[in-house]
């Protein structure tokens, strides 16, 4: 399954921030489609906790972003149109920013992505 969401009003972080971030529920991986504002590297880890995901870098498992609320381990969701808070984690020395996320669309559909990001497979 991808989940296309979209995390925005971080305005302290900067006025226009945003990303659109592509997630794959099964190999719990995401990349970045698009931003502004917010210092994401191309592609990550998922971790998913009771509170609920964790959006990681590729090499670690500090949050950068933690998605309140979205359960990617329920069978049942989430669904397109879901919202919740997001808290901002990736900027050093500062507490972290209030924002929010939106489940834009659900694909699902087994597709290979035109450009495979998820460095995993070529790491040697």
């Known amino acids: 399954m991808r989940i296309t969401l979209h995390l925005d009003t971080f305005d302290r972080v900067n006025p226009c921030a945003y990303a659109i971030l592509w997630l794959d529920k099964e190999t719990q991986q995401w990349s970045r489609e698009g931003h502004v504002g917010l210092d994401l590297p191309e592609w990550g880890a998922l971790v998913v906790d009771s509170h609920g995901t964790m959006v990681c870098g ?4 500090r949050p950068l972003c933690v998605l309140e609320g979205l359960q990617l381990d329920r069978t049942e969701g989430p669904f397109e149109g879901e919202t919740g808070p997001a808290q901002w984690c990736a900027h050093a020395g500062l507490p972290s920013a209030q924002g929010h ?5 659900i694909d699902h559909e087994t597709t290979e992505p035109e450009h495979r990001l998820f460095a995993a497979d070529d790491a040697a």
């Open 58 to 61: 590729a090499r670690g498992t």
């Open 101 to 105: 996320w939106h489940v834009q669309c």
